[in-house]
C-alpha cells in the first residue's frame, strides 16, 4: 500500500515529543509538570453539569447534522454581542454551522472548497493552500489529504508574529483555494487588527480562495478583546448578500469554557460555502448529541464564567513577566495562553528542562514546518501552555529559569 501523503505530512506534533522525551527521566526528587498540551485546566461553571443531567433523556435521539436551532441561535446572539454585528447580518438557519469541537471542522473544510485543479491563464494547476507559520498542526493534515501544494507562510518577530500573505508569488496566490491563519495567532499570541483582517478578506477575494479565521483563543487576550473577521467583513461593506463572502471563522468552547472534553463548537461566514460544507459533511463529519449542544448553547450564553478565567490567565502572565523580565524575549501575549520564548535551540532546551527540571513543554520547531527556503521559523523557540494554576505555573518557570542559566 502506498502511504505517500502520511509520509509528506510527517510525524505529529506530540508523537514527536514523546520520541524527544519519553526515553528521559526527570529527577525523581521533583513533581513532573506538565505544560506542553494547551488544555484548559480552569473550573468549568456547575451549568455544564446541571444542563448535561437535564437533557441526558436526549441521548436516545438521533442529532441532526445542522444541530439544534437553539445551539444555532445562542451562537448568534454571541456572535453579534461580541463583535458588534448588525441586525440581521447573521441568520442561524444560514450563515453557521455546528461542529464537534473545531479541530474536525477545520480538517474538513479544505477538502470541501480545495478543487482537483485551479484554472490559472488558461491552465489547470496544483492548487495550494496558505498556512501561517507556525501554526495549529491540523491545517497541515487538511491541507495535505485535501491535494493542494501547502506553501507555509512563516509568521516571525519581523513580521509582528502574523503571516503575509500579500508578499507571496503572484504564482502561489493565483493557485490558492484556502488559507488558514488563528487570531490570536497559536501560539505567540499576536493579534491582527481590523485592517490587517480587511486586507486579508480582499486578497482572498482578489485571488477567489477562502480565508479560514481560526478564533479559538478569541476569548483569552490580556487587556483588548481582539477583532474578529467578521467585524472586518463589516468594515469592508457591500452587498449585504456578499458581505461575508471568501470567509469564514472558527471557534470552539474548549478554551472560552474550559471544556476541552465537551467538544462542541461552530463555522460562521460564507453562506455559499457553508451549504456546500453541509453537503460534504452530510457524508463525513461527526454528529454532537443533543444533551451536549443545550450545554453549549448555555455556555455561549453565559459570560461571567469566561472574565473569571481570563483573569486567571491575565494572573499568570504577571508571574511569567515578574521571572523572566525581558530574558528569552519574553513579551506579554496579548491574546491566547502561550509563552513563546526564543532560547537559542529549542529542541535542546525542551531536552533538558525535561530532564533537569521536570517541566514538560513543547519545541518551537515541531508546531512549524521548515519552508522550501529550508527556514523552520520555530528553531530557536520554546512554547510553554499557561494551563496549569498559579502556583503551578510559579514553580515550573523558576525551574526552567534556574535550568536555561
Not at 519519553?22 to 525523581?28: E, G, V
Not at 448568534?76 to 447573521?90: Q, T
Not at 527556503?373 to 505555573?393: E, H, K, Q, S
Request: with cysteine; charged share 20%.
Amino acid at each position: 500500500m502506498n502511504f505517500e501523503r502520511l509520509d509528506n505530512l510527517g510525524i505529529a506534533t506530540f508523537d514527536r515529543l514523546r520520541l524527544l522525551l519519553d526515553p528521559i527521566a526527570p529527577p525523581t526528587d521533583l513533581e513532573p509538570i506538565m505544560m506542553a498540551v494547551g488544555e484548559p485546566q480552569h473550573a468549568y461553571p456547575d451549568l455544564v453539569g446541571d444542563t448535561m443531567h437535564a437533557n441526558r433523556h436526549l441521548y436516545g435521539k438521533y442529532p441532526l447534522l445542522l444541530g439544534t436551532g437553539e445551539y444555532r441561535e445562542a451562537v448568534a446572539e454571541w456572535l453579534n454581542w461580541r463583535y458588534d454585528l448588525p441586525a440581521g447580518m447573521i441568520d442561524p438557519g444560514r450563515h453557521i454551522v455546528p461542529l464537534a469541537g473545531s479541530r474536525e471542522g477545520l480538517y474538513l473544510i479544505a477538502p470541501t472548497v480545495v478543487p482537483e485543479s485551479k484554472s490559472v491563464g488558461g491552465r489547470n494547476l496544483q492548487p495550494t493552500a496558505l498556512v501561517a507559520n507556525p501554526f495549529y498542526q491540523v491545517y497541515a493534515g487538511a491541507s495535505v489529504f485535501a491535494g493542494a501544494e501547502t506553501v507555509y507562510v512563516s509568521a516571525t518577530e519581523e513580521t509582528g508574529f502574523l503571516p503575509d500573505f500579500a508578499a507571496l508569488d503572484e504564482d502561489i496566490l493565483q493557485r490558492a483555494a484556502i488559507a488558514y491563519v488563528s487570531n490570536p495567532t497559536n501560539p505567540q499570541g499576536a493579534v491582527a487588527d481590523i485592517d490587517q483582517l480587511c486586507d486579508m478578506i480582499r486578497l482572498a477575494r482578489k485571488h477567489d480562495f477562502l480565508l479560514i479565521v481560526d478564533e479559538c483563543y478569541a476569548e483569552v487576550y490580556d487587556n483588548t478583546p481582539p477583532p474578529g473577521a467578521l467585524e472586518a467583513c463589516v468594515k469592508i461593506g457591500g452587498d449585504p448578500d456578499h458581505i461575508m463572502d471568501n470567509v469564514l471563522v472558527f471557534h470552539s468552547l474548549s478554551k472560552r469554557s474550559s471544556v476541552p472534553g465537551l467538544r462542541v463548537g461552530f463555522c460562521a461566514g460564507d453562506p455559499v460555502v457553508l451549504k456546500r460544507y453541509l453537503q460534504f459533511r452530510s457524508y463525513s463529519s461527526p454528529q454532537i448529541p443533543l444533551p451536549i449542544l443545550a450545554t453549549g448553547a448555555a455556555l455561549w450564553r453565559e459570560n461571567d464564567h469566561v472574565a473569571e478565567s481570563r483573569s486567571l490567565y491575565r494572573h499568570k502572565i504577571d508571574i511569567a513577566e515578574r521571572i523572566l523580565g525581558s530574558r528569552y524575549g519574553f513579551y506579554r501575549p496579548p491574546g491566547g495562553f502561550f509563552l513563546w520564548l526564543k532560547v537559542g535551540n529549542g529542541e535542546e532546551a525542551t531536552r533538558r528542562i525535561w530532564q533537569e527540571a521536570a517541566v514538560r513543554i513543547v519545541p518551537g520547531a515541531y508546531v512549524c514546518r521548515t519552508d522550501h527556503n529550508g527556514f523552520n521559523p520555530g528553531d530557536p523557540y520554546i512554547r510553554i501552555a499557561l494551563v496549569v494554576d498559579a502556583a503551578t505555573t510559579e514553580t515550573a518557570l523558576q525551574r526552567i529559569v534556574e535550568t536555561l542559566n
